[in-house]
């Protein structure tokens, strides 16, 4: 039975605000996939005719989303890309989600009507399961003769990942990216040529694991420039 491997993402910070949990008692964990989409709710303690003000805030940052409630109606709705507001449960919905969701969320509700003005808020835990996977594909090139590839790693630890690029027995110089969790390389002719099939290895030195992807090149002499295809599998 083939199994998949599956990392739950943590943010660095996370102990710190687990401290934070621990002090004003978190309501719920919740867990979703890189691509889910997930609502976070956040139910008011407040009658439901009261006018409450409510905004979502991540890992101590600044504000995700802002909106009102009224008689079980949300208005005033003022989210940042990919952040919306759920209606039933009321609560925060979050689309595409990645790793960098991960995190502790805050929803502080403001009774705004009837006076006096009263506060309360929740924490919310985020978790992400991230499948390890490995990517190659061909970004942009400013020279036509030129041919970029990208290899990329999600769902380990950036420290313990190495990248290399082999053309059959030849290695090739690249170039990491800062976060070390991915690897560029530019082959430009006459280094490269036709039916060349390029791979991109990522090692694990924690578990001595090597994961790997190969790309096809393929070009058609269009009036002095080249058309690339490409092609990947495991």
Same mark, same amino acid.
């Given at each position: 039975m083939k199994r998949s491997s599956l990392l739950v993402w943590i943010p660095d910070n996370f102990l710190t605000y687990t401290e934070l949990l621990? $002090?004003?008692?978190?309501?719920?964990?919740? /867990?979703?996939?890189?691509?889910? $989409?997930?609502?976070?709710?956040?139910?008011?303690?407040?009658?439901?005719? *009261?006018?409450v003000s409510v905004d979502w805030k991540k890992d101590g940052g600044s504000g995700l989303c802002k909106y009102r409630t009224i008689n079980n109606t &949300? &208005? =005033? =709705? *003022?989210?940042?890309?990919r952040y919306g507001v759920n209606t039933d449960p009321v609560g925060l919905v979050i689309t595409d989600v990645t790793r960098s969701d991960a995190g502790v969320y805050n929803c502080t509700m403001l009774r705004l009507v009837p006076a006096p003005v009263e506060d309360n808020s929740s924490l919310l835990i985020l978790h992400v399961n991230v499948p390890l996977d490995l990517t190659v594909q061909q970004t942009n090139s400013s020279n036509l003769t030129c041919v970029e590839l990208h290899c990329s790693l999600e769902g380990?630890?950036?420290?313990?990942? *190495?990248? $290399?690029?082999?053309?059959? +027995?030849?290695?090739l110089l690249h170039q *990491? #990216?800062? #976060? +070390?969790?991915?690897? &560029?390389?530019?082959?430009?002719?006459?280094?490269?040529? =036709?039916?060349?099939?390029? /791979?991109? #290895?990522?090692s694990y030195s924690s578990s001595h694991t090597v994961y790997s992807k190969n790309i096809t090149l393929k070009s058609t002499d269009n009036g002095g420039s080249f058309h690339l295809s490409l092609r990947s599998g495991s």
């Open positions: 621990f $002090t004003a008692g978190a309501q719920k964990v919740i /867990t979703a996939s890189r691509g889910d $989409t997930v609502v976070l709710p956040c139910p008011s303690l407040f009658h439901y005719s *009261n006018q &949300t &208005t =005033h =709705h *003022n989210c940042k890309p380990l630890s950036q420290e313990q990942v *190495n990248f $290399t690029w082999t053309r059959g +027995s030849k290695q *990491n #990216s800062s #976060s +070390s969790m991915s690897s &560029t390389l530019e082959l430009c002719k006459p280094d490269w040529r =036709h039916g060349d099939t390029v /791979t991109c #290895s990522a």
